[in-house]
C-alpha cells in the first residue's frame, strides 16, 4: 500500500532486518509470492512487523492478539483511515504508524491507537452498510477476533451505535470456523446434485 518508499523507512527503522526487507523488494520487484491480499489478519501482521511485536506468527490471530496485549492508551483515539464505498483504504493507517514508529513513539501506544483504529473502521463500514442495506446486526468473525482487546473493544464500539453483535459460541471464529462453513456447503451443493 505505500511502495518502494516505505520499505527504504522500513529498513531504516529495522537495520538489523534489511537482509529480510531487501528479499520483500526483489519479490515485489519479480511479482512472485506477492498476491494482494484483503484481509484484515494480513493488516495486523504488517502492523505487528512494523512495531517489532510480532515477527512471524505460528498461531491464527497472533498478531492481533499480541498487539491487544501491549495495547496503550485511549481506545478511542483512532488514525485517520480513508473509505470509498465500502472498502477500506488502510494506506493512510499504514502511513500514521510508520511515521510515529519513526518518531520514536512507544510500540505500545502505536499499538493502542492501531487497535482504536481498525474499532473505529468497524463501526464505520457497518454504519455504512446499514445505510445501504438497512442491516442491524454485524457478526465478528475471523482469526484477528481472537484478539480478547478487539473483541471486546469492537463489541462495545457497535453495540453503542445501535448493531446487534453476535460472536462465536461453538465454533471457532477463525479458519476453524470458515472450514466448517465450506463443509456445511459443499455438502448441501452435494445433497442437490444427487
Given at each position: 500500500h505505500l511502495g518502494e518508499e516505505?520499505?527504504?523507512?522500513?529498513?531504516?527503522?529495522h537495520p538489523d532486518r534489511a537482509g529480510e526487507i531487501a528479499n520483500v523488494r526483489r519479490l515485489l520487484?519479480?511479482?512472485l509470492n506477492c498476491p494482494?491480499?484483503?484481509t484484515a489478519g494480513h493488516l495486523f501482521d504488517g502492523v505487528a512487523a512494523i512495531l517489532g511485536i510480532c515477527l512471524e506468527a505460528t498461531y491464527e490471530g497472533q498478531a492481533a492478539i499480541e498487539l491487544g496485549a501491549v495495547a496503550e492508551g485511549e481506545p478511542d483515539r483512532a488514525y485517520p483511515f480513508r473509505r470509498e464505498g465500502g472498502e477500506i483504504l488502510p494506506g493512510p493507517l499504514l502511513e500514521a504508524v510508520l511515521a510515529d514508529a519513526?518518531?520514536?513513539?512507544?510500540?505500545?501506544?502505536?499499538a493502542g491507537r492501531f487497535l482504536a483504529t481498525v474499532v473505529a473502521m468497524l463501526v464505520d463500514?457497518?454504519?455504512?452498510?446499514?445505510?445501504?442495506t438497512g442491516l442491524t446486526a454485524v457478526c465478528l468473525s475471523g482469526g484477528?477476533?481472537?484478539s480478547p482487546w478487539l473483541l471486546h473493544h469492537a463489541s462495545r464500539a457497535l453495540e453503542r451505535a445501535g448493531f446487534r453483535v453476535?460472536?462465536?459460541?461453538l465454533v471457532p471464529t477463525g479458519d476453524g470456523g470458515l472450514c466448517l462453513g465450506q463443509a456445511v456447503i459443499a455438502q448441501r451443493r452435494w445433497r442437490a446434485c444427487v
Open positions: 516505505a520499505l527504504e523507512r522500513l529498513a531504516a527503522l520487484a519479480a511479482g494482494p491480499a484483503g519513526e518518531r520514536g513513539v512507544p510500540a505500545p501506544r502505536i463500514a457497518a454504519c455504512y452498510a446499514r445505510a445501504e484477528t477476533f481472537n453476535l460472536t462465536h459460541r
